[in-house]
């Protein structure tokens, strides 16, 4: 495993291309782009302001920034490097900006969600689409670009208009029967679309792409609901993460449940496996400490090696006491992510807040804990095989597989925190964003996580 030189980064704006080729980060005004293997600097291009949001269209040829305080979008070619446009929203401000799949139309939402501003970068032509609803998840492109769902607010009523990305026409509009609707998510397929109620009603809603309702779910009622969904890549499952520390997962034949994923403070079965993450301790004498340099002893104490062990069974996991008065409390599952192969779910309760659980789906069954030190911030799968990579806000990065479980320092001057991360679509490169810099990590594919002699005993 080899690491980067680091680079400066602002608002942990940092980008893979699609295809891979290219790395985008923003420092300030300024996009940086740089080749994903050499990381040399292939462009760069001067904003008129902060940059607040970046994207890549779906072909890697274009890249936009969002300046939302100036109600700006600029966009960038990669090909043409004169080339650029600059699109102003002027008195309607703008909140967000997206692509299209076909890389050639951009989506811009006005402040108040008065509209969103469809922009052809083709023929210049502009399209307008009212009533769009401020929600979480409110904007959703099936995978193949071909229809986008979009979450709308009339008269007090919720809304989903389903329109045709080629030209834009209203394909579907139908109401859904939900109180306040808070997201909606395509299937990877592109044959069922989720939607689901705010937190104060428990309701998934499952719709055809013709608008007629398949299914409704709800687990309780007069409670706090749901927290997060995902589909599996397969199509076939729907987890539904609430609040009340579940992960409910349905199926796509008849949409009911199939199972029901707990996360108890205490771990009392053998056959599970729980990393606990513990400081290696320093092999510094304390004799040696009064002949450093203050620096030098200041750099390994502030940041100690860890490792991981196997805790032996029963094991209590540490819990956050929520503080119940207040908006927005730190209960119920708020992550979750199924695996690119769909073997294994991700998931991390918000009261046990140190904690990832990893859960066997063909088994339907707990099957590795791993409990940090420290909260965890970010967890995301490598795309080409079941390795998830996990970051805390410290300076290490957390591999685990099926093979075994790593804690990697992140080398550099300073203390480098882990905020982010993103992986490269091959699997064999991944993003670390910090504060104000970012870093590379190389791995070795042909090397499986855990099975590296060094590696070998952190985890046995």
Known sequence: MNFSEVFKLSSLLCKFSPDGKYLASCVQYRLVVRDANTLQVVQLYTCLDQIQHIEWSADSLFILCALYKRGLVQVWSLEQPEWHCKIDEGSAGLVASCWSPDGRHILNTTEFHLRITVWSLCTKSVSYIKYPKACQQGLAFTRDGRYLALAERRDCRDYVSIFVCSDWQLLRHFDTDTQDLAGIEWAPNGCVLAAWDSCLEYKVLLYSLDGRLLSTYCAYEWSLGIKSVAWSPSSQFLAVGSYDGKVRVLNHVTWKMITEFGHPATINNPKIVVYKEAEKSPPLGLGHL?????????????????????????????????????????????????SPDNYFLATRNDNIPNAVWVWDVQKLRLFAVLEQLSAVRAFQWDPRQPRLAICTGGSKVYLWS??????????????????????????????????????????????GVGTASGQRGDHT
Request: proline share 9%; aromatic share 8%.
């Open 290 to 338: 009064a002949f450093l340099p203050p620096r030098a002893v200041a750099g390994p104490l502030s940041s100690p090696e860890s490792k991981y062990e196997i805790a032996e069974v029963p094991v209590s996991l540490q819990t956050l006491k929520p503080a119940a008065d207040r908006a927005n409390p730190r209960i119920g599952v708020g992550a979750l992510a199924f």
């Open 402 to 447: 099926p093979a075994g479980c790593v804690s990697v320092q992140v080398p550099g001057e300073g203390d480098f925190q882990v905020l982010s991360l993103c992986w490269h679509l091959s699997g064999d490169s991944l993003a670390l964003l910090g504060k104000d810099h970012f870093c590379l990590c190389f791995l070795e594919t042909e090397e």
